[in-house]
């Protein structure tokens, strides 16, 4: 039997886009105004980052729910989903204090701004939206095709499953997120799984975006082995010229190879703010389908047709950010929650 799989990459509360993603895919809505696919076997799966950044954090959450309910698509989890739950979970820090599992910082609120503007505003859907964000699987497996945000790791998966944090389905167990504090084993594979690994650049640093200056960045583990040989090839979001020359360390090598060892199967992804209106392959089993539409970028999906034990084809398909989007103001004032 044959089977499609419309893989969507990062929303980040861009509803607009998705709506015009899911019709240029040939979902229409039913009467209940849920998106329905235009064939039997097709299901959308969604690689997680439903929130923050644009401005229709609920309304993103909306349609993804409702089509999971409908049994129209499956999804992950994002970092951002794993941040908005922390963001708003307490735990006991001691005995007195209760405190949240990501602390509501500047900086941490500024990045979530959209959605606790949102949560003001309709506390209840708020709340009932953070409870469905938190209940994402952390990695989803059908018909050998492998599905997650940021990284397959494979020792985090089964760090997690031995710490006994996740339900049957990989969610993390509601009553376990007490556990996902800072620099404890838990916490660790969720941000392997979620944000994926970090390279140390050898004593170089640079600029981000936020203006930061950063002496580690996100290690791009999908390129094609035998083409990679400098540190430069591996790393994401540095500018030109900072680790120039500089070989991998051997200990990277092995991680990537690891990476893309995922037992022969295809690995699809987001979380990498890749560039162009549609993802390209360079690997043969990992393909990052995040085309930035929060950053003036795409939507993009990758649409996969399996026999149920070999893909046999993948289309690109993307629609363009809005052109009048604007992202949040840099100086926007945020109120932090007591
Ligand atoms: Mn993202």
Redesign the pocket.
Known sequence: MIKKYDVIG?I?ANAHELKMLLKKLGYTKNELGIFTPCELNRKAVFT??FVDRGHENFEVIDIVKGMINAGYAHAVM???DLNAGLYHTRYNHDDHYPQYLRPHTQKNAKQHATFIDELNRNNDVGLSNIEWLKSLPLWLEMDGIRFV?AQWHEPSMSALHLLGLLNHDNSIKADKWGELIEGKPGYDAVSLITKGTEVDLNGATFLDADGNRRGKTRLKWWGDMSRISTLEQVVLDVPRGVVDGQAIPPGTIDLIRSLQNSDGKIIFF??Y?MKGPLPTIETRNAICI?QSV?HDGYLAAATVSTNGDKIFNVDFTSVKSRPNFKPMSKNTHILVPA
Do not use: K, L, P, T
């Open positions: 990062d980040h997680g980052d994002g970092n951002h945000h987001g979380h703010w995040d929060a």
